[in-house]
């Protein structure tokens, strides 16, 4: 992780009127052409439209500042100014968001960003106020899949041992464990490393994954079984945030709803065309019908009841209830 203190934008809001422009250090865990690119770049621009040349945002793609936990982790000491990152990692620093990432809760796109966009996503996104951060808005990944280098995974008893790296995240290690599988939690930056040498035999992500981090490089087989949608937040440092005036933060929001958009779109256009990619890259690829996700969810039946314990059965049926 980059330590060295720089003129952050942090240090420098309070100097715009001076004239000096404020740089905003993004980082970000995948490259510049995957959703959170796409989400990166639209946040620059809108920011330059808004608020013409009084902040530059220099991106730091491909985990340039670290892993997301230590991104997260500089931007709480004021190294750092704002980061695109999955609730996966967030949930270490504001656990009740980790209800997201219990898997087969979310049933599809749309209903993700009702919720999401809904009071109860407004809710969580405050919660970051409280840990050093701000949380802007709720980006998007996709629903997570597997992809392996043993074989097609159609039923629980294919993932028997297989060691998979999850997200450093209680509530997807508790899942495998319980469906069977060898879990074993890893910081992104060691993934693709740890495929090549065989040390895991797969991982789990979204297409938009999948395909912009070109994993078909490092797996063989890819199989979708959407067991869990997987959000992303805008989040900008509590430091940076409290530092802006209030149109500053008006362009802020609407930097980050840019952005918010632009990772939508992406995760569309991927969930659209990125089976035929990755074929046509070499992957082997099976779709699970809603008979064999089914299968995957009841194999979860214990957890959810630990899950509901962890995270309120309540607020669990408002998620699902939500139209
Ligand atoms: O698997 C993860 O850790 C995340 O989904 C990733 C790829 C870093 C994007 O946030």
Redesign the pocket.
């Known amino acids: 992780m980059i330590r060295e203190f720089t003129l952050t934008a942090a240090v420098l809001a309070g100097s715009t009127a001076m004239g000096q422009a404020a740089e905003i250090r993004l980082g ?3 490259s510049e052409n995957s959703h ?1 690119g796409a989400g990166a770049m639209a946040f620059e621009e809108t920011l330059t439209q808004e608020l013409g040349d009084a902040f530059t945002v220099r991106q730091f793609p491909n985990s340039g500042l670290g ?2 936990r230590e991104v997260i982790e500089g931007m709480q000491i004021g190294t750092i100014d704002a980061t ?3 609730s ?2 967030l949930s270490n620093f504001v656990p009740e968001v980790g209800v997201f990432d219990i898997p087969f809760l979310l049933r599809d796109l749309d209903h993700a960003r009702t919720v999401l966009d809904g009071e109860i996503g407004d809710q969580m996104l405050a919660k970051f106020d409280d840990v050093g951060l701000h949380a802007l808005a709720w980006g998007e ?1 996709g629903f ?1 899949h597997i992809t392996n280098s043993r074989g097609p995974i159609s039923t629980p008893e294919d993932l028997a041992g297989l060691k998979i ?1 999850t ?1 450093e995240n209680p509530v997807h290690l508790k899942a495998f464990e319980a469906l069977g599988a060898a879990p074993t939690p890893m ?2 930056p060691e ?1 693709i490393p740890a495929l090549q040498q065989g040390a895991i035999d797969g ?4 297409l938009s ?1 999948i395909v912009s ?1 070109n994993l078909d490089e490092v797996q063989k087989y890819a199989s979708l079984d959407g067991h869990v949608y ?1 959000p ?1 937040i805008i989040l900008v440092s509590q430091q940076l945030w409290d530092g802006l005036d209030d149109d500053q933060k008006a362009a802020f929001d609407t930097a980050a709803d840019a952005a918010v958009a632009a990772m939508r779109d992406y995760v569309d256009n991927v969930e659209a065309e990125g089976v035929a990619t990755l074929r046509e890259r070499g992957m082997e690829v099976n779709i699970l019908d809603a008979e064999q996700k089914q299968a995957f969810q009841d194999g979860l039946a214990d957890v959810y009841t630990e899950y509901e314990a962890e995270f309120g059965k309540e607020l669990m049926d408002s998620i699902i209830a939500t139209q």
Not at 203 to 206: C, D, S, V
């Open positions: 970000y865990a995948l959170y892993g997301e695109i990152a999955s996966g990692t990944q997570r790296r997200m910081a992104w993934v991982q789990e992500n979204p994954v981090a997987s992303a």
